[in-house]
Structures are given as C-alpha cells and as structure tokens.
C-alpha cells in the first residue's frame, strides 16, 4: 500500500558531504512519523534522524550537528543532508515511515520500511 524508495547514497571521502532522499507513495492519508536509520555490518539497526508525531525532530547523538533532517510535505518526501562524514558513519540507510491508509471509515496505521541506500565513508 505504501513504497518507500530511497536514493542518494554513494561512496564518499571521510569530512565530505552527501543527501539521501525518501519519496513516499501509495494510498496515503496521512504520516504520522519519518525519518532515517542504519545498520552497519554486524551492528543492530539505530535510529539516524527523524521526525516525530510532533512534528519535532531526534537524532542520533552521533550524528548530531552533522547531519540535518528535513522534509517536504507535498511530496512526501524526507531529506537526510550529512555532513562531516566519517567511516563509522558507513551502513545502509533505511527510511522508515509511520502512516495512516485505507478508507475513511477504516483508517489503519502501519510501519513502513524503504530498501535502504548503502552510504560508504572513505577514510
């Protein structure tokens, strides 16, 4: 019902910068939640940035001051500018999404996960 595709990654030299892109598409009502993860070879997948029901933002302690979130609502699509790369910064990037589909008289809420975009960082 709902495809998140992914683009921009790339590979990238160590204090340099890249943007990734997630468009959101299909029967879409409303979002309640988006933003990026990660997972690095052998790690668990972490939260990078997102934005919350609020509309607020987190992020990873990590990545903060670096990178910067945004979004455009018209388009569904959320941004992740990273700046100041560095080589633990290399794993695929998710995006993931919270949204609400179906019929007005049967609005459900799901999670939705992109195919995630391999970022890597160069030393």
């Known amino acids: 019902q709902v495809h998140l595709e992914e683009s921009g990654g790339g590979l990238v030299q160590a204090g340099g910068s890249l943007t990734v892109s997630c468009v959101a598409s299909?029967?879409?009502?409303?979002?309640?939640?988006m933003g990026w993860y990660r997972q690095a070879p052998g790690k668990q997948r972490e939260l990078v940035a997102a934005?919350?029901?609020?509309?607020?933002?987190n992020y990873a302690d990590s990545v903060m001051g670096r990178f910067t979130i945004s979004r455009d609502n018209a388009k569904n699509t959320v941004y992740l500018r990273m700046n100041g790369l560095k080589p633990e910064d290399t794993a695929v990037y998710y995006c993931?999404?919270?949204?609400?589909?179906?019929?007005?008289?049967?609005?459900?809420?799901?999670?939705?996960w992109g195919q995630g975009t391999q970022v890597t960082v160069s030393s």
């Open positions: 993931n999404a919270v949204a609400q589909v179906g019929p007005v008289e049967l609005v459900r809420t799901y999670e939705y």
């Open positions: 934005f919350t029901d609020g509309g607020g933002t």
């Open positions: 299909g029967r879409i009502r409303s979002i309640s939640t």
